[in-house]
């Protein structure tokens, strides 16, 4: 029995590295995909987690599959693809240090997965299924996370999304409103940024937005600010809880981060226990997977900055809260 299995693209992102002699720019290759971080970020606070994707059958994917098991995540249902390459991502640095994302991926092997390459087994044995947008963007991917979300919620398994929006990966902004927010309904609990939320729901007030997701069937809705913390929504419960003041030098990561905290702390938990939590225990969460996330913001990169239990709970003991004047 698997505490999280998640579906989903497994890429490589080249981030910018300095430049070699000839003043050429250098890309350091790490590995990708919010998925397979959000079971990195679970897995390293002690979840058992499992991975349904698929990658290239070179060196990318090798190395993607050693990534996925030195984190403890079971690659069982990882399948390689023979036709097609490992997906790459670019990611580039504007003057002003905003980054954009350049993808190569016309198909890349993420979005090959088809529905009878996912394992039924896995899905019935699992206590959360958790999946993103980036694997609902084309066929046959979309139709494969559909049905592992849909096999794995007949098993019981509580379902959790998060709608990440990479705009280079949609024909259009419309279009990926449509396949983001048709895909709402399925999941009980949903992470998002304020950015997402405006864009799936029109409202730019967080409770608004919030009771319009709720609305659709989903149980816990949480939004991440940054920092200024993460806002939740539970029944008739809501509010905002401030994040730690940690030095921070890469946010890539962080929501990720979040994200598999909250899962953590829920780990065993059906969904009408999720729904009863009283407010103070949500809040404890909520605060828990502030410190997680912030945690995550001192060091580079994504998976090797994911913090211990033991991090996670130094920092709650030893970190001011930031108040942030926003
Ligand atoms: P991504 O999709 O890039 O991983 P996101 O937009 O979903 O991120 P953020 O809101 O950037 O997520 O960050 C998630 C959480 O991490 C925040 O709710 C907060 O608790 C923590 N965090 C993020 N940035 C900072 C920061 N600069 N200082 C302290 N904590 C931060």
Not at 29 to 41: F, H, S, T
Request: hydrophobic fraction near 45%; proline fraction near 5%.
């Amino acid at each position: 029995m698997f505490d999280i299995t998640a579906v989903g693209e497994l890429l490589i992102d080249f981030t910018p590295a300095g430049s070699n002699e000839a003043g050429n720019a250098l890309f350091a290759r790490n590995p990708g995909g919010a998925p397979a971080n959000v079971l990195a970020a679970a897995g390293r606070l002690g979840c058992r987690t499992a991975f349904i994707g698929k990658v290239g059958a070179d060196g990318f994917g090798r190395f993607l599959k050693a990534t996925l098991e030195q984190n403890q995540i079971c690659t069982e249902n990882l399948v390689f693809s023979s036709q097609v390459h490992t997906t790459l991502a670019f990611v580039q640095l504007d003057a002003h240090g905003d980054r954009s994302f350049a993808f190569y991926r016309n198909p890349g092997a993420d979005i090959l997965l088809k529905p009878e390459e996912v394992k039924p087994e896995l899905l019935r044995n699992t206590g959360v299924l958790h999946f993103g947008s980036v694997s609902l963007t084309d066929e046959p991917s979309r139709s494969a996370t559909l049905y592992a979300v849909k096999t794995a919620k007949e098993a019981g398994a509580v379902i959790s999304y998060d709608p990440n929006y990479r705009a280079p990966l949609w024909k259009s902004e419309q279009e990926a409103k449509e396949q983001m927010g048709a895909a709402l309904p399925l999941a009980d609990l949903v992470k998002l940024s304020e950015e997402e939320m405006e864009m799936l729901t029109g409202e730019q007030d967080l409770l608004t937005g919030a009771r319009r997701i709720q609305a659709l069937g989903v149980t816990l809705v949480l939004v991440t600010l940054g920092p200024k913390g993460a806002f939740y929504l539970l029944g008739d419960a809501f509010g905002t809880l401030p994040t730690y003041d940690v030095k921070t030098v890469d946010t890539n990561g962080a929501g990720d981060t979040f994200f598999g905290a909250v899962l953590f702390r829920l780990k065993g938990k059906a969904l009408q226990e999720i729904r009863a939590l009283p407010v103070s225990e949500l809040e404890e969460i909520v605060s828990f997977a502030n410190a997680a996330g912030s945690m995550a913001t001192v060091k580079s990169g994504a998976i090797p900055a994911m913090p211990t239990l033991e991090e996670v709970e130094r920092c709650r003991q030893t970190v001011p809260l930031l108040q942030a004047n926003f």
